[in-house]
């Protein structure tokens, strides 16, 4: 059997489950390309030239229990796998730190355009869970020191390894902090993914997302505390001129309804993603008393 051909029937395999897609991938194909060339060690760039590569018996005995891994489990494939890729890069990624996934990416990766006229030189990715954010600033801007806070150490030693995959601990920092308790001086930009979905919508998330850290993904007043605080103090922490950008998924429409006077400006993406928005420091400044 060559690499298509198991593709194919991986595919086949998955569209004749009940498994549910979201961890970097949304169909059959991707998640079947994702699991084969990760356990095959072959790049997506190399797929196309590949695909008619024979695999051998053990190789494919290897891949079909991850298959039905997968299928019976319900567990994310980056975390069968041990490794993620976002914005181009492999992390790895355990049941310590949520699946990487913001469309943030996509923004990071166009040098955040059109909101910044220089490139940033001190960017902080709060909420940082696996580091993957902030890594990925630090590998498109080299100039640059990035700060990844968050309260979990468990996360926070995920990150540290994915600081060590990528040899930047020259650069880039944990710092366990609740939100911006331990954080000092000021930033270019800010990037945050904190968690915003409501206790509620937690209890019928599929089955997935409830194999990730909670404390990852669970918010009071309805998905909206960590958000609220993080556009509350955030001006304190930004440059002049620096930006804050803000996912807050399925909390953008509660977050429009509480702040109604606001004109928040929501970032579309070439490749999908919704709920994420950027805002000045002095947009954040001028509106702060609205965030309380």
Same mark, same amino acid.
């Given at each position: 059997?060559?690499?298509?051909?198991?593709?194919?029937?991986?595919?086949?395999?998955?569209?004749? &489950?009940?498994?549910?897609?979201?961890?970097?991938?949304?169909?059959?194909?991707?998640?079947?390309?994702?699991?084969?060339?990760?356990?095959?060690?072959?790049?997506?760039?190399?797929?196309?030239?590949?695909?008619?590569?024979?695999?051998?018996?053990?190789?494919?005995?290897?891949?079909?229990?991850?298959?039905?891994?997968?299928?019976? /489990?319900?567990?994310?494939?980056?975390?069968?796998?041990?490794?993620?890729?976002?914005?181009?890069?492999?992390?790895?990624?355990?049941?310590?730190?949520?699946?990487?996934?913001?469309?943030?990416? /996509?923004?990071?990766?166009? =040098?955040?355009?059109?909101?910044?006229?220089?490139?940033?030189?001190?960017?902080?990715?709060?909420?940082? !869970?696996?580091?993957?954010?902030?890594?990925?600033?630090?590998?498109?801007?080299?100039?640059?020191?990035?700060?990844?806070?968050?309260?979990?150490?468990?996360?926070?030693?995920?990150?540290?390894?994915?600081?060590?995959?990528? !040899?930047?601990?020259?650069?880039?920092?944990?710092?366990?902090?609740?939100?911006?308790?331990?954080?000092?001086?000021?930033?270019?930009?800010?990037?945050?993914?904190?968690?915003?979905?409501?206790?509620?919508?937690?209890?019928?998330?599929?089955?997935?997302?409830?194999?990730?850290?909670?404390?990852?993904?669970?918010?009071?007043?309805?998905?909206?505390?960590?958000?609220?605080?993080?556009?509350? &103090?955030?001006?304190?922490?930004?440059?002049?001129?620096?930006?804050?950008?803000?996912?807050? =998924?399925?909390?953008?429409?509660?977050? /429009?309804?509480?702040?109604?006077?606001?004109?928040?400006?929501?970032? /579309?993406?070439?490749? =999908?993603?919704?709920?994420?928005?950027?805002?000045?420091?002095?947009?954040?400044?001028?509106?702060?008393?609205?965030?309380?």
């Amino acid at each position: 059997m060559d690499i298509r051909e198991a593709i194919e029937i991986i595919s086949a395999k998955f569209d004749a &489950s009940d498994i549910f897609y979201g961890h970097g991938t949304d169909n059959s194909i991707d998640e079947a390309v994702y699991l084969v060339c990760t356990l095959l060690n072959v790049s997506y760039d190399q797929l196309s030239v590949k695909q008619s590569q024979k695999i051998d018996d053990d190789d494919y005995s290897m891949i079909n229990l991850m298959v039905n891994r997968r299928i019976t /489990e319900r567990k994310p494939l980056a975390y069968l796998l041990g490794a993620a890729w976002f914005g181009g890069y492999q992390f790895k990624c355990d049941e310590r730190a949520l699946v990487p996934r913001s469309p943030i990416a /996509e923004l990071v990766i166009n =040098g955040f355009e059109p909101f910044l006229e220089d490139s940033p030189k001190r960017i902080l990715d709060l909420c940082s !869970g696996g580091g993957c954010l902030g890594i990925t600033a630090a590998l498109i801007f080299p100039d640059s020191r990035v700060d990844l806070a968050d309260i979990d150490l468990s996360a926070l030693a995920l990150a540290d390894e994915n600081i060590q995959l990528h !040899g930047i601990q020259d650069r880039v920092t944990t710092i366990e902090s609740d939100l911006f308790q331990h954080l000092e001086g000021t930033y270019d930009v800010i990037i945050a993914n904190p968690p915003y979905v409501s206790e509620s919508e937690y209890d019928g998330l599929p089955i997935e997302y409830l194999q990730e850290p909670k404390l990852g993904l669970v918010c009071d007043q309805a998905g909206l505390e960590f958000s609220l605080n993080i556009l509350q &103090s955030s001006a304190a922490y930004l440059k002049d001129g620096g930006l804050l950008v803000l996912e807050v =998924g399925y909390s953008k429409g509660d977050l /429009e309804r509480r702040l109604p006077h606001i004109p928040l400006l929501w970032l /579309e993406f070439k490749h =999908g993603g919704d709920g994420v928005l950027a805002i000045s420091k002095q947009e954040l400044t001028q509106f702060g008393s609205s965030f309380l």
